[in-house]
């Protein structure tokens, strides 16, 4: 069955939210109680690591423990990815709505070096990145889910959640320790962006989506498209000169520390801008959340939209001031990416100016950092953008510019296909079962997700008008019927696993 069938079943179900809690204030980490696991720090290695402890205590929340006391209860487990946990605790409604309906009660668990679950003190960490990976923290999480699971000689149903990276866990969990858990609802899972994999994962296909977003066809306009396009063609000609640059420095408000000072720091500049394009498209939700932001500040429903009205007011007004086209563009382009690096509501910060070493915040600043060492020594993608499918500047992916990068980085050598042969890519998912995949028709990353059925126990479903992960989160009334259609399939889903677990438990007994 084709995606677009799919869908189209889904939104004849009825979606009023059967079994659903509803919270007059959503629950968070305030309701939840704080535990550690201790974890080995390399799982694949009988030897200690040198110079350290051979053990860790990883953090994780146990949430709705009351649910959990009968014997047998069934466990819902959230594979935390590259943040600190809490995230996720206050952001994934769908386990908090669901779980009295389920009977079961909530884990989540923090990846390590991330949030609190250090393995190393925090002065050391940079220079002990090497335990750092995707494989050591599925080895985490089966090892987790395993004392978890034990009551009393009884084996508790289990299913794992995960959106994004998460979601790419939640999968993987399923794939590599099918023993670990029944089932893995995957949201927003790019596992097939990677390279090695036939057919190949398109590398400007990211790109080419969030152009689509900002588009009159995505809910934005094509001379939103067309505007920023054309705007980068300014940016690169001012950066070639110091009184351009001078421009430049001016005319974005850049903080003394991130003023351009050479014709290189153009490409940081409009780096920076390209950037806020790409998580506001993955934050395309029908309502304000603050969840692209780690919780700190809050964006607009839309973001991108947001940003396109923005920037077509600042042309009016900028061009009818007298200002010449080309530093109109650029004018507008600073009050459309202030949607995202602006989100107070003054200009940039107390300084009143922006700082290019930032993104969000600091705390997604610090998870960038640690997220590029993951890029380089555990799971590279390919990105391209080419400046005519998209609404970018020309930059092609060089495989051999990437591992030179990653090696004066961080001293790693990029393995460019292990992510296929470790996790298997479409052939892996014709073995597995019990997997749900999701997808946002606004989501930039959606292309490298699974887009359809692989079998009768690996499904996909693509949600109309939605970004990133969005069926994760909390139920809310601007949610179109599709989403909500689509979070009644999981939760179908979750509900047969846990019967599925039950039964196969009794019959080995």
């Not at 086209?325 to 650029?330: E, I, S």
Request: glycine residues 10%; contains cysteine; proline residues 7%.
């Amino acid at each position: 069955m084709a995606v677009q069938i799919a869908i189209a079943t889904l939104a004849l179900l009825p979606h009023l939210g059967f079994g659903v809690t509803r919270f007059d204030a959503p629950p968070s980490v305030r309701d939840c109680k704080e535990l550690w696991f201790e974890q080995l720090v390399d799982h694949f290695d009988a030897s200690p690591p040198p110079g350290g402890s051979p053990t860790w205590m990883q953090r994780y929340f146990v949430c709705r423990a009351d649910l959990l006391r009968p014997r047998g209860a069934p466990l819902l487990f959230y594979c935390g990815n590259e943040a600190n946990v809490e995230l996720y605790v206050n952001a994934t409604g769908l386990m908090w709505e669901n779980a009295d309906a389920l009977g079961a009660g909530l884990v989540f668990a923090e990846h390590r070096y991330f949030g609190k679950s250090l393995p190393f003190p925090r002065a050391q960490l940079d220079q002990r990145l090497n335990y750092l990976s995707s494989e050591q923290a599925l080895a985490d999480y089966a090892t987790l889910l395993r004392h978890l699971r034990s009551d009393g000689g009884q084996l508790r149903p289990a299913v794992a959640f995960g959106g994004s990276y998460g979601g790419m866990l939640a999968a993987w969990l399923r794939m590599k320790y099918p023993a670990a858990i029944d089932g893995a609802i995957a949201a927003s899972a790019p596992i097939l962006s990677f390279l090695g994999l036939s057919p190949p994962y398109d590398a400007g296909s990211f790109a080419q989506a969030v152009t689509y977003d900002a588009s009159a066809a995505g809910g934005g306009s094509d001379a939103c498209v067309h505007s920023v396009r054309a705007a980068w063609k300014r940016l690169f000609a001012l950066g070639a000169s110091e009184d351009g640059r001078a421009s430049l420095n001016a005319l974005f408000r850049l903080c003394p520390s991130s003023r351009l000072r050479a014709q290189a720091d153009a490409g940081v500049l409009a780096g920076w801008l390209q950037s806020s394009m790409d998580f506001m498209a993955m934050g395309s939700f029908p309502y304000a959340s603050s969840y692209m932001l780690n919780g700190d500040g809050e964006l607009p429903p839309f973001p991108l939209r947001h940003m396109c009205r923005r920037i077509a007011a600042a042309i009016d007004r900028t061009e009818g001031g007298g200002m010449p086209h080309g530093t109109a563009l650029l004018a507008a382009l600073r009050e459309g990416v202030g949607v995202f690096y602006n989100y107070t509501g003054s200009p940039a910060a107390a300084s009143g100016c922006y700082d290019l070493s930032v993104s969000g915040n600091n705390e997604t600043s610090r998870d960038g950092l640690l997220w590029d060492y993951l890029f380089c020594a555990d799971m590279l993608q390919p990105a391209s953008r080419d400046g005519v499918s998209d609404m970018f500047f020309p930059q092609s992916f060089d495989l051999g510019a990437v591992v030179a990068g990653c090696r004066d980085r961080w001293h790693v050598e990029p393995r460019p296909d292990w992510p296929t042969t470790n996790y298997g890519g479409w052939r892996a998912l014709e073995a597995a079962s019990n997997v749900l995949f999701t997808n946002g028709e606004l989501d930039p990353w959606a292309p490298g997700g699974v887009l359809r059925n692989v079998s009768r126990t690996v499904l996909s479903y693509l949600i109309p008008g939605a970004g990133h992960h969005v069926d994760l989160f909390f139920a809310n009334p601007a949610d179109p019927a599709p989403l909500r259609a689509v979070r009644a399939a999981q939760v179908d889903a979750v509900r047969a696993w846990i019967v599925e677990s039950r039964r196969s438990t009794s019959t080995a007994a």
